[in-house]
């Protein structure tokens, strides 16, 4: 059984950092390529970010430069830094595990940009 357990989610203001970790059970982290995807109300999940099991990343336009997504392998956590942030980045975001085809959703954590 895998679980991802996401945290770090909170209430910040316009030009603010949060950090977001997902800590993940299972035999699995190490092989899989870790995501976070968002969602934001009324709209459909994204691709925020994704790590590699080597650590390569790639981002999504709208946060490259200012998010930055790592992996422990150690901790079987990924991280995902964000700074600058901005209203629309408000929403719920969710750890992601892809292993071998096999896709692995957390329960998500809430972010919001407000003043």
């Known amino acids: 059984q895998v679980q991802l357990v996401e945290s770090g989610g909170g209430l910040v203001q316009p030009g603010g950092s949060l950090r977001l970790s997902c800590a993940a059970s299972g035999s699995i982290f190490r092989s899989s390529i870790m995501g976070w995807y968002r969602q934001a109300p009324g709209k459909e999940r994204e691709l925020v970010a994704a790590i590699s099991s080597g650590g390569s990343t790639n981002y999504a336009d709208s946060v490259k430069g200012r998010f930055t997504i790592s992996r422990d392998n150690a901790k079987n956590t990924v991280y995902l830094q964000m700074n600058s942030l901005k209203p629309e980045d408000t929403a719920v975001y969710y750890c992601?595990?892809?292993?071998?085809?096999?896709?692995?959703w957390g329960k998500g954590t809430l972010v919001t940009v407000s003043s």
């Open positions: 992601n595990a892809v292993y071998y085809g096999t896709t692995y």
